[in-house]
């Protein structure tokens, strides 16, 4: 008969990192935070990031040193390692689990299953920011708990010395876990349990045993205390949480809010998420992965052998109370500052902080609640197969908002060869989910800027005008006002007068817009934070001449086959440089090869250009397969057909230029 022992573990812990996080690494990214850390990890070194984190989190720079000083801002190698990284952490876990409760080993097993898969958090492939962020310091703290139980059990004062030590990485390098450490007291208060029943006895040795701990704990505080009201720290704006009139009804709200996402929502929110695409590719793959990873489960833990003492009540009370200790505790810090507990959002970052505690309150209600095994077993690897599946759904969240960004670099490399150095390049959004205007000006400046020195201003910039209108960076939506985008040691120095209105949208290409081909009337239907900017692009500013900007194979893989926004975008910059002939051969190519666009805004560049090569008929025709796609272009076609009258001398496409106008109900 099939049997498994303990040693096998480590090797289901691996499996199951793979299956959950794993499987879509060859086709992730850099997100968010990542990019301006790579950036600085290959243009600045290693070195910079002591300077860098001194006014946000100075401890945090000794890690992104030894890190980047070892692996190369490349997007896989960082996917890789944080694959190692996320099993380190159960590994630590495990390990813990069993200094603290040494003859419960398939409890242990259970939260530290619970603890690998949790599916609140799903950052997980941002991984360059987490891994130096959080999860080094979270694996320092979780090796401190079991250190601090091996002192307890064995009254060895180096464990101590050792607890403490890595206390200080899980404590001063991020705030993230610094309301985890009255875990350490009601652990070690349960330890002592064990060989001290008086509850008051026990509570003396137990404030003797957690004094040190406590005293590192405080002054982390008063380093906090210091760096929110007199440093520089300013990651974010923290303040009391006042939205409503009443704080103990916010408190109550808050609690009840934890406990629903933390006990129930995040494990079977797979269900929901399938069901809203239930035959899309990827939740078909999904359902596939969670079927399989019950099965794995079931057959695995009814094969293991771990042998356990009777107590399991006392194992599953000590569970629950320290599972509601640290939910409570770990939301502490996020909810005095204000920020949601949003599952499935860039916040649910939030929760690394209470990953451990709610695997430790899930294992305890099981072995509490479910007294018989089989059914226990059943239900666990229910929900750990749930886990697997809401973690593959992320990471192809993450998957398609990487090819978003591989096609942006790309098109931007098309359509805009090269530009001269101070442009801002403004917008009022990305068509991705995980990054925002300032971590994208890393892969603009590494596009368009490869042999960027140290110590110059940043050449080029994103700018939002959602975000930054009105603020520091971009005061105003007027000439010549300065352009300002600190980016951690270096910085850009722009002006509205030196820049270039973009847009990029969900469904089709980039565009260039200007007030003549691609200006506020075409685009009117459009959001005032973009068509508010037209007035200010300057395209001039396009080296329309210059070879092709040089996108890094090591970030974006290599060039992608020549589709529709291949043609659409070179056929901007031909009609830019007036080539009229290149544009139609472009069209003809494109049409040749069956490329059509998804968004029928497209179509200007190409009819345009049939019109100026005399093929009036193939304009004609262009002209009424966009407008009938797209009733919203027949602003768009107006001022094409308005313009065309005013340059061309063609009598005959005078005449067509005025008919279309008429059928189109233009103004004048």
């Given amino acids: 008969m099939l049997k498994f022992t303990k040693n096998s573990i480590p090797a289901l812990f691996a499996l199951l990192t793979i299956l959950a996080y794993g499987l879509l690494i060859p086709w992730l990214g850099f997100y968010w935070d990542d990019w301006p850390f790579a950036w600085i990890g290959e243009f600045l070194g290693p070195a910079e990031f002591i300077p860098a984190f001194e006014p946000f989190r100075p401890f945090i720079a000794p890690i992104f040193l030894l890190t980047t000083s070892i692996f190369p801002p490349i997007p896989i190698v960082w996917q890789a390692f944080g694959l190692v990284i996320r099993f380190l ?19 242990n097993f259970a939260v530290s299953l619970l603890f690998l898969l949790y599916p609140g958090y799903s950052q997980q492939w941002v991984a360059f920011t987490h891994i130096n962020q959080e999860w080094v310091s979270l694996i320092a703290y979780l090796l401190s708990f079991g250190l601090t139980a091996q002192a307890v059990r064995r009254n060895k004062n180096h464990k101590t010395l050792l607890a403490l030590l890595l206390l200080f990485w899980g404590l001063f390098p991020t705030e993230y876990f610094v309301s ?82 933390s006990i129930w929502m995040v494990w079977v929110q797979f269900i929901s998420n399938f069901w809203d695409s239930p035959t899309a590719p990827t939740s078909i793959l999904g359902l596939a992965l969670v079927i399989f990873t019950f099965i794995l489960l079931i057959i695995y833990r009814q094969n293991l052998n771990l042998a356990d003492t009777a107590k399991r009540h006392i194992w599953a009370s000590q569970a629950i109370l320290l599972g509601l200790a640290g939910l409570l505790l770990g939301r502490i810090p996020s909810f005095l500052a204000g920020l949601p507990l949003k599952i499935g959002s860039t916040f649910d970052r939030l929760t690394i902080s209470i990953m451990f505690a709610s695997a430790l309150l899930i294992a305890g209600l099981l072995e509490l609640l479910v007294k018989n095994k089989k059914w226990r077993n059943l239900i666990l690897s229910g929900i750990l197969a749930l886990a697997v599946g809401q973690q593959f759904l992320s990471a192809n969240d993450f998957r398609r908002d990487w090819e978003k ?68 960076t971009l005061p105003a939506l007027e000439p010549d006002i300065p352009i300002k985008v600190p980016y951690r040691t270096v910085r850009f120095e722009g002006s509205t007068s030196a820049a270039i209105v973009i847009y990029a949208p969900e469904k089709g290409c980039l565009r260039v817009l200007d007030s003549v081909y691609a200006n506020a009337r075409t685009y009117n239907r459009e959001s005032d934070f973009l068509t508010d900017a037209i007035f200010l692009s300057d395209p001039s500013r396009i080296l329309t001449e210059a070879e092709s900007a040089t ?41 040749s090869q069956g490329y059509t666009p ?45 313009r065309v009258e005013a340059n061309i001398h063609h009598p005959e496409g005078q005449k067509l230029a005025q008919r279309i106008q008429n059928e189109l109900s233009c103004s004048p």
């Fill in 551 to 591: 996108v890094p194979a090591s970030l974006f893989g290599k060039e992608p086959v020549h589709e529709w926004c291949y043609y659409s975008t070179k056929a901007e910059l031909a009609r830019q440089r007036g080539d009229w002939d290149e544009v139609v051969r472009l069209a003809d190519e494109a049409k």
């Fill in 89 to 107: 952490s159960v590994i630590a876990a495990w390990w813990a689990l069993n200094q603290i409760w040494e003859n419960h080993k398939s409890q």
């Fill in 180 to 261: 985890m450490e009255p875990l350490r007291f009601l652990i070690i208060f349960f330890m002592l349990g064990e060989r001290t029943p008086n509850f008051w006895m026990r509570a003396k040795e137990t404030t003797k045993r957690w004094l040190p701990y406590l005293a590192l704990w405080l002054a982390n505080a008063g380093w906090l205390a210091y760096y929110y009201t007199r440093g520089g720290y300013n990651s974010y704006s923290v303040e009391a949480n006042s939205k409503s009139t009443s704080v103990f009804a916010d408190l109550l709200l808050g609690i009840w809010d934890l406990l629903y996402k």
């Fill in 598 to 642: 998804v968004d029928a805004f497209e179509w200007l560049p190409f009819i345009e250009g049939y019109i100026y090569t005399e093929n009036l008929d193939r304009a004609e025709e262009l002209s009424q397969i966009a407008i009938k796609k797209e009733p919203r272009l027949r602003k768009g076609l107006c001022q094409l057909w308005g």
């Fill in 405 to 472: 960004q591989r096609n942006l670099a790309w098109q931007l490399s098309w359509r805009i060869p090269a530009m001269e150095e101070g442009t801002a390049l403004i917008t009022h959004k990305l068509p991705m989910d995980s990054e925002s205007d300032q971590s994208f000006t890393a892969p603009l400046n590494w596009i368009y800027a490869p042999n960027y020195q140290a110590g110059d201003l940043l050449p080029y910039a994103f700018v939002n005008t959602i975000k930054r209108l009105g603020g520091y």
